[in-house]
T-cell receptor, first 112, second 114 residues
């Protein structure tokens, strides 16, 4: 988990509210990623960014948005359009896309 | 498109016995292969990777993995399991060219019983 921080560790929101998850890295990596983890479904890619001011949709981008204004930061917003937002969210980074990824400790989001 | 299969959702092994967690892949060209481990409510930790060279790769915590090109497999192994090895294990693959994020399998839960 070293070098990548995610906050908060646990997050609770009411349905209909947008919520932003934080991800910061001090590894000087160009690429950053957001994954969603649900029991029995492994990791599913939401968005990734190869460089500042650039990002691409992953497999399940609907209902999510991201920004990459700084190299160190890649926040994820879970919007009210996301039908089933309760999940464990993992942020990762790598020197460039296509390299070994390093993961943060995760944020568990519960929406009721 | 590249994909990874972990055919076992759960593997149970007695402490001290050898363990194997299976992974097969489908990718164009020569693959890059990875194993990660996840403990409860934590992020994934890198265990080992195969890029090229020797088919037997040694990694962290006494784990190793064998790349078998003909069987398109990359099984994770350890000669003697510990209770502390109990965790969720993920296999991941990159295609030759390395221009995409890692593609992960669905994970295998390993339980080591004392």
């Amino acid at each position: 988990d070293g070098g990548i921080t995610q906050s908060p560790k646990y997050l609770f929101r009411k349905e209909g509210q947008n919520v932003t998850l934080s991800c910061e890295q001090n590894l000087n990596h160009d690429a950053m990623y957001w994954y969603r983890q649900d029991p029995g479904q492994g990791l599913r890619l939401i968005y990734y960014s190869q460089i500042v001011n650039d990002f691409q949709k992953g497999d399940i981008a609907e209902g999510y948005s991201v920004s990459r204004e700084k190299k160190e930061s890649f926040p994820l917003t879970v919007t009210s359009a996301q039908k089933n937002p309760t999940a464990f969210y993992l942020c990762a980074s790598s020197p460039r896309v296509g390299y070994e990824q390093y993961f943060g400790p995760g944020t568990r989001l519960t929406v009721t | 498109a590249q994909s990874v299969a972990q055919p076992e959702d759960q593997v149970n092994v007695a402490e001290g016995n050898p363990l194997t967690v299976k992974c097969t892949y489908s990718v164009s060209g020569n693959p890059y292969l990875f194993w990660y481990v996840q403990y409860p409510n934590r992020g994934l930790q890198f265990l080992l990777k195969y890029i090229t060279g020797d088919n037997l790769v040694k990694g962290s915590y006494g784990f190793e993995a064998e790349f078998n090109k003909s069987q398109t497999s990359f099984h994770l192994k350890k000669p003697s399991a510990l209770v502390s090895d109990s965790a969720l294990y993920f296999c991941a693959v990159l295609p030759e060219g390395r221009n995409t994020p890692l593609v992960f399998g669905k994970g295998t839960r390993l339980s080591v019983i004392a």
